[in-house]
């Protein structure tokens, strides 16, 4: 499922975050799975979830951050429709990856589309490697990413 305008109410994402979570208390990797959960159903983390997360599965709040923050696959805050991530770590870096993310933003039109730099995907035979909504494209060019965007119907 992808964000609707309706996940972006924040009581009602907040409210669906808490349902999803609760639905993993007692149970093996809870935190993870959750988060994961709700990342894949809003699309992204709302920041309660943060509090929520930690009073409903017990955990600190620190160690909810810990694991939203190394993980590349959050969101935290954000509530946009569509995604592109860039990878930006070492070999990505080194083949391009912030003058890639700098064509993209230039070219990237669509208000609904977020441009966010990820972790490594694990893709790195490919580097760099851009994806739209998960739909990755490697061995690109500032030229090439802005021609994905484009392919991706994000640029006017
Ligand atoms: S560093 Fe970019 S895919 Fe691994």
Known sequence: MTATPANRDP???RQRARDIISAYVG??????????DVQYQ????PETTVDDAAEILGYSQPEVWGVLSFYSDFSVGQGSDHFIDVCIDAPCH????????RAIRDAVTDSDVEVRPISCPRLCNQAPVVAYDQQWRGQLTPQTAAEFARD???VS
Not at 27 to 36: I, Q, R, S, T, V
Not at 94 to 101: C, H, K, L
């Open 42 to 45: 809003l699309n992204y983390i």
């Open 11 to 13: 009581d009602a994402a």
């Open 94 to 101: 080194v083949t391009g990856a912030r003058s890639i993310e």
């Open 152 to 154: 991706m119907g994000v």
């Open 27 to 36: 149970h093996k990797g809870a935190l993870l799975m959750a988060l994961l």
